[in-house]
């Protein structure tokens, strides 16, 4: 039976410690609790990694956060060799901070790419040094140069990142703010999700069950590594962080 665990991050994206109880080990090992901080993998994001604090002070290291039948259920993996907790033990939880506001930032650059690069997206993947966004782009004639200035535009003009939530007949009656060709948006019973980035949605708005930073600002210096062609109309963005490097 899969668990339906409350998910923190979809409220405060920068709550790196929290409390949980433990209500189940699977067959695995993994510790699934009543609610947590910990994003599980999806969406192209990897899952947290920290550890829980016990309260005698000593430690579990978890490896990975993944999703289990579906994505209400989370699982917190612990690296090998770690001491199992007993249900209903209260348990601290404590997230890698620094890699999880790297992804933060990351996840946040993927989708000002893609108001950047206005195409279907074919595929994505969050990373702590360097993010993918592939494109379904026929034609396409830019340049490294040319899109990590025009991403710097957005990131300097520090817009506003919020959430907002919309029925499912909002977003049958808006189809267009759906840009991934071939992944049906997450849903939250009965509701999607939306990332707004800019006063009112200016500057886009799209499905996203992912997490990220408040201001375009804190996303930092980034640049398009690496344009790859990856078939007949597909392209691949390779995003890393710091200024484009001098030819």
């Known amino acids: 039976m899969a668990h339906t665990v409350r998910a923190l991050f979809r409220d405060d994206a920068y709550q790196s410690v ?18 947590t901080c910990f994003y599980g993998t999806s969406g192209g994001q990897p899952g947290d990694t ?13 490896a990975a956060t993944v999703c289990g039948e579906t994505k209400e259920e989370i699982i917190h993996v612990p690296s090998p060799g770690q001491p199992v907790p007993e ?23 993927c989708h000002l790419l893609t108001v950047v690069c206005p195409y279907p997206i074919t595929g994505a993947s969050v990373g702590e040094e360097e993010s993918r966004v592939d494109f379904d782009i026929p034609g396409f004639d830019s340049n490294k140069a040319e899109i990590s200035e025009k991403l710097m535009e957005l990131v300097a ?11 499912d007949a909002e977003l049958a009656a808006n189809p267009g ?26 500057v886009d708005s799209q499905p996203c069950g992912g997490t990220h930073v408040t201001e375009t600002q804190e996303v930092g210096e980034i640049h398009i590594g ?16 710091g200024p484009l490097p001098a030819n």
């Open 18 to 35: 929290a409390e949980g109880t433990v209500v189940a080990i699977n067959d695995r090992g993994g510790i699934i609790l009543d609610q």
């Open 50 to 62: 920290g550890f829980f604090e016990r309260e005698d002070g000593s430690k579990i290291e978890i």
């Open 87 to 109: 249900i209903g033990e209260k348990l601290t939880l404590h997230i890698d901070w620094d890699r999880r506001y790297k992804l933060m930032r990351m996840h946040t650059a």
């Open 157 to 167: 003009g520090n817009h506003p990142i919020y959430v907002e939530t919309i029925s």
């Open 177 to 202: 703010i759906v840009k991934s060709k071939n992944v049906r948006p997450p849903t939250d019973n009965g509701s999607i999700r939306l990332v707004c980035i800019g006063k009112d949605a200016s």
């Open 226 to 241: 690496k344009i790859e062609n990856k078939g007949r109309e597909n392209r691949r963005f390779r995003i890393r962080f």
